[in-house]
């Protein structure tokens, strides 16, 4: 009997970093209340990472990137970027997903702000992060080699609910709310040679990098940056971060312009996934019952014994018709925002004219999920912003292999808040186009798939 094993798959895996920085001075205004529109400095770098994986050299790989970018306000704006990243790798959609830390200090990715200032830069800038990308998936599967990624689970405090009751009021504000859980779970995973060598690290955590916001005038990663920095001094090998389904979670002190806060953030979570990897057995191995030993009391005997990983990988692409909530259109919201003379209320109209550009003109919209089997372990990515219930109902629909799931992939639309919160003054219910069961539908339907592909009953 063996009833404790890390998660895992064995096979092809490739690994590559490269700087995405952008230039100092594009456009970066991520909040209505800012005071400057383009960026003065550079806090620290912003990064792309990707990992491969392959059964054998002659499949096509399965390819995850991960990037130090804030969030899509169009899909033409996301392909614009994926589609030639698909084209030049020769990869059907299915089989890769590009997926944003989700950082508010970084760049606008929003070609339509080319009148504004710094935006200029920002088609000339996407079209680098596309090159970029194309360049580390082609060095990451040309020294892809024989390894074996495992995972566990860790738990980190960093992240706390946002949806505060504002006192003397029905309306929630989007802040720490200390009498509220919030889903504290942590996913590791290393990636590792048959000779032990940590080949690269995978950190999915779900938290809202929001902790720099107006008064900041720096491009950053936000805590992401100073996580990498702890786990890869200790690894020294490349950390991909995996924003979780965050929707409803980020850190109490956040809204600031002091970078050491996101420093200090970045370090706590550092710190519990070092944790996390300290506690994993080896790969390849799993704790096996050996049986009793008589002593003072009966005791239970477990001893490292070999496994071999699982092979398997399988993609799927499923799209889920959300119903989407009666909406003003885009003619409507377009003349509002010309009318509106306050830049926060402006900014607030500009994007949800992009939101109501995503979604189109039905009362249906169809949102894609990208479920792929890695061994025994599932990576869900889908484009909205999912409130952290998601991923714990997905857990628990699958638990007993590994559960990564990732917001804002491949595209960006709005929030999915429970029903529960609709009929509310809160902002992800009225920001989001979509209507109340929006999650609950996506949820079952992915949950459906990723049991089938690990044949679960």
Not at 31 to 44: F, L
Not at 45 to 58: I, Y
Not at 435 to 452: D, F, M, P, Q, V
């Amino acid at each position: 009997m063996k009833l404790f094993q890390n998660s895992g798959f064995k096979g092809i895996i490739g690994v590559a970093r490269r700087d995405i920085t952008p230039p100092v001075g594009i456009y970066s205004r991520n909040w209505g209340a800012a005071k400057t529109d383009v960026a003065e400095g550079i806090h620290r770098p912003l990064t792309l990472t990707c990992l491969t994986f392959q059964s054998d050299k002659e499949e096509k790989p399965l390819v995850i990137i991960a990037a130090d970018l804030g969030w899509w306000k169009s899909k033409e704006d996301e392909w614009f970027l994926r589609g030639p990243i698909l084209d030049a790798l020769s990869l059907p959609p299915t089989r890769l997903m590009f997926c944003l830390s989700h950082t508010h200090a970084g760049p606008s990715l929003f070609r339509e702000d080319i009148s504004k200032p710094g935006g200029e830069f920002i088609e000339p800038y996407l079209k680098c992060v596309q090159e970029t990308a194309i360049q580390a998936t082609q060095c990451a599967l040309s020294t892809a080699m024989l390894a074996t990624l495992t995972w566990s689970y860790g738990k980190c405090a960093l992240a706390t609910n946002r949806d505060l009751p504002e006192p003397n009021s029905d309306r929630f504000i989007c802040g720490f709310n200390p009498l509220e859980t919030a889903d504290d779970t942590l996913l590791v995973g290393r990636v590792t040679t048959d000779q032990g060598n940590i080949l690269a690290t995978v950190v999915n955590y779900a938290c809202h990098p929001t902790t720099l916001a107006w008064d900041n005038q720096l491009l950053s990663p936000d805590y992401v940056g100073a996580m990498r920095e702890v786990i890869e001094k200790q690894s020294q090998a490349p950390c991909l971060f995996l924003q979780g389904a965050s929707g409803d979670l980020a850190p109490a002190e956040q809204y600031v312009g002091d970078i050491s806060v996101a420093e200090s953030h970045g370090r706590k979570l550092g710190h519990a996934v070092l944790s996390t990897l300290e506690g994993m057995l080896p790969a390849q191995m799993a704790l096996a019952f050996k049986g009793v030993v008589e002593s003072s009391t009966a005791l239970a005997l477990w001893q490292r014994s070999p496994v071999a990983p699982s092979s398997v990988l399988v993609a799927e692409m499923i799209e889920v018709g959300l119903t989407l909530k009666p909406l003003a259109t885009l003619a409507e919201i377009e003349q509002e925002w010309r009318d509106c003379t306050d830049p926060v209320l402006k900014e607030r109209l500009w994007r949800k004219r992009a939101v109501r550009k995503a979604v189109g003109d039905g009362a249906i919209s169809k949102a894609p999920v990208w479920v792929w089997r890695l061994g025994d372990s599932i990576l869900i990515g889908q484009p909205n912003e999912t409130y952290s219930e998601f991923q714990e109902i997905l857990r628990r629909e699958l638990a007993h292999n590994a559960v990564a799931v990732m917001n804002i992939v491949n595209g960006h639309v709005g929030y999915l808040p429970p029903k529960r919160w609709f009929g509310k003054d809160v902002y992800a219910v009225t920001q989001t186009p979509f209507a109340s069961g929006a999650l609950e539908s996506l949820t079952e339907a992915t949950a459906k798939t990723a049991r089938r592909l690990m044949r679960i009953k």
